[in-house]
């Protein structure tokens, strides 16, 4: 089983709809939990950053957690064409003093006007 | 500040020529690491320098090495070049290590 499990899609919505994008994690050592997005042949972008179980919102992004189900989750309100990119999970530990990021695979989305 | 700065930006080699790339990270970060993108395995860690020490290393060959130097900067060398190696490859600068912020991304296509 892979580490960090993400629907690859791709995910087709009409704009101004809710998307939802999710990802599970296999090891409960994962402390922290963030979203990036990555635009075709740019580098990812740090959407959002979270170290908790819970929610937490920022402008149209709202990242969810559940650390007891392994479950995390990135909901785009009011979805725009320029969110049309492909949104990576990642969960982080950092045992021992060092930092690793392990990352999905991924989920491309289209939001169409 | 400025972000983390990738050079080259793209590059072609042949099979079993060595390659470097270097990145610049965000003024006062302290922390690089190294990803390798390709579209079947996707985002794969490398390696992670802090302080010119290398704090943590993926499971990658020997061929994949790096090191940091004292201005933070990094450079990552790959030897003995594959097929298998053409990707993207992503530098991330940290303050500590915990929130990565990543560069443009160095193109390799190996031929």
């Known amino acids: 089983q892979k580490e960090v499990e993400q629907d690859p899609g791709p995910l087709s919505v009409p704009e101004g709809a809710i998307v939802s994008l999710n990802c599970t994690y296999s090891?409960?050592?994962?402390?922290?939990f963030m979203w990036y997005r990555q635009y075709s042949r740019k580098g990812p972008e740090l959407l959002m950053y979270?170290?908790?179980?819970g929610n937490k919102e920022d402008g149209r992004f709202t990242a969810q957690v559940d650390k007891s189900s392994k479950y995390i989750s990135l909901f785009i309100r009011d979805s725009q064409p320029s969110d049309s990119a492909t949104y990576l999970c990642?969960?982080?530990?950092?045992?021992?003093?060092?930092?690793?990021?392990?990352f999905g695979k991924g989920t491309k989305l289209s939001v169409i006007p | 500040k400025a972000g983390v700065t990738q050079t080259p930006r793209y590059l072609i080699k042949t099979r079993g020529q060595q390659v470097t790339l270097s990145c610049s990270p965000i003024?006062?970060?302290?922390?690089v690491s190294w990803y390798q993108q390709t579209p079947g395995q996707g985002l794969q860690f490398l390696f992670e320098?802090?302080?010119?020490?290398?704090?943590n290393k993926g499971n990658f060959p020997g061929r994949f090495s790096g090191r940091q130097f004292s201005n933070s900067r990094s450079e990552m060398n790959v030897s003995t070049l594959e097929l298998g190696d053409s990707a993207l490859y992503l530098c991330?600068?940290?303050?500590?290590?915990?929130?990565?912020?990543f560069g443009p991304g160095t193109r390799l296509l190996v031929l």
């Open positions: 991330a600068s940290s303050d500590q290590g915990e929130t990565q912020y």
């Open positions: 090891n409960s050592a994962f402390q922290y």
């Open positions: 979270t170290y908790s179980s």
């Open positions: 990642a969960v982080g530990d950092s045992g021992a003093g060092s930092y690793q990021l392990t």
């Open positions: 003024s006062g970060h302290r922390s």
């Open positions: 320098y802090f302080s010119e020490t290398q704090r």
